[in-house]
């Protein structure tokens, strides 16, 4: 059945029409809205890490890079190392993001490293707390490194939230500095997505860090320098000379054995003629079970330098200034700081 509409009742139909579609706009304006900041969304993104204030930024770790094998690796040289150090603490780590990031372990970590208690309460349990002793630690570990320039790729906010990257970063740093006793594996790089929201919209890109170069490269600025650095850099017409008296001393001693070394970075590598010289410099026989005589893998020879480092502090020197794994890589100045500091000791031994 048909119905006549009035002029009134047209007009009242056209207004309903109009006010129909505003509110339809008005729903497609606000859906855009909501969806705004997500236009520019990596979708290896999860809705958390989208929340963010303001010209805020943070940075997550790609998902590819969080499987990747040697990244893996690195993580599970740098736990062991932690539990080694902490042993004595009955501390056991089993992951780095969820036992690092309120500051704990990092304080008995960096007290061990240091030998200087940190003024910070020994539990924390609130965030406020927790922030101040990262706070604390973190003062304590950057003032350690300022002195040469290492660039702090790490923070209290990006520890405490569990950014894996920057808790590798800062471990780093820690085992380079303090000569850790570790094989760090060499050109480990990850893929982040840094994410930035400006004007409401979401940016990201995807960022290449690299985590560690080759062993050569890590070991500078690591350790003080000393006289075998100037000479190296600026008398290297001198190290011949160097090398043929510390040749001379050792000759002197394990020519009692039928040995004779002409390459001492290469001779000293597997750790052998360092084991046997100390029981030659302090009069006694090295059992052979203690070390091996014909290391063949890294760790053997890593174990026997080690071995003979334990011997030197046994006969009351200090702890050499290097990695047993420096000494078995072929590290010249390493392997002549040890000798060197050898023949200060026993130069006049018989």
């Keep these: 059945k048909k119905i006549k509409l009035t002029p009134s009742s047209l007009h009242l139909c056209e207004q309903l029409h109009s006010k129909v579609c505003l509110l339809g706009d008005l729903q497609e304006e606000g859906k855009k ?148 006793p570790i094989r760090l594996p060499e050109h480990v790089s990850v893929k982040v997505i840094v994410v930035k929201k400006k004007e409401g919209i979401l940016q990201t890109a995807h960022v290449t860090k690299h985590l560690t170069s080759t062993t050569t490269e890590m070991m500078i600025g690591r350790s003080e320098r000393d006289a075998f650095d100037t000479l190296l850099d600026h008398a290297p017409d001198k190290l011949n000379v160097v090398k043929t008296s510390l040749i001379t001393f050792v000759n002197k001693h394990l020519n009692k054995l039928n040995l004779e070394v002409t390459e001492l970075e290469s001779q000293f590598a597997d750790g052998v003629y360092l084991v046997l010289l100390m029981g030659l410099l302090e009069n006694y026989f090295v059992p052979l079970y203690n070390f091996y005589l014909t290391p063949e893998s890294f760790e053997q020879k890593v174990h026997n330098v080690s071995f003979a480092f334990e011997l030197m502090q046994d006969g009351g020197l200090q702890k050499p200034k290097v990695r047993p794994e420096d000494v078995v890589n072929l590290n010249l100045k390493s392997t002549l700081r040890v000798l060197y500091n050898l023949f200060t000791n026993y130069k006049n031994s018989e």
């Design 33 to 180: 809205a909501i969806n705004a900041p997500l236009l520019h969304a990596d979708p290896d993104l999860l809705p958390e890490d989208t929340l963010l204030e303001e010209n805020a930024e943070r940075t997550i770790l790609d998902p590819t890079s969080r499987e990747d094998l040697n990244f893996k690796d690195l993580q599970k040289v740098l736990i062991d190392w932690i539990n080694s150090e902490l042993e004595e603490d009955r501390i056991i780590v089993k992951d780095l993001e969820e036992d690092l990031y309120d500051g704990q372990v990092l304080q008995k970590l960096i007290e061990k490293l240091s030998g200087h208690k940190l003024n910070v309460a020994e539990v924390t349990q609130s965030e406020i707390g927790q922030k101040q002793k990262l706070q604390t630690v973190l003062e304590a570990v950057n003032g350690v490194l300022r002195p040469l320039d290492w660039n702090t790729e790490w923070s209290v906010d990006s520890i405490h939230s569990k950014n894996l990257v920057s808790i590798v970063y800062l471990l780093l740093a820690l085992a380079i500095y303090y000569a850790a």
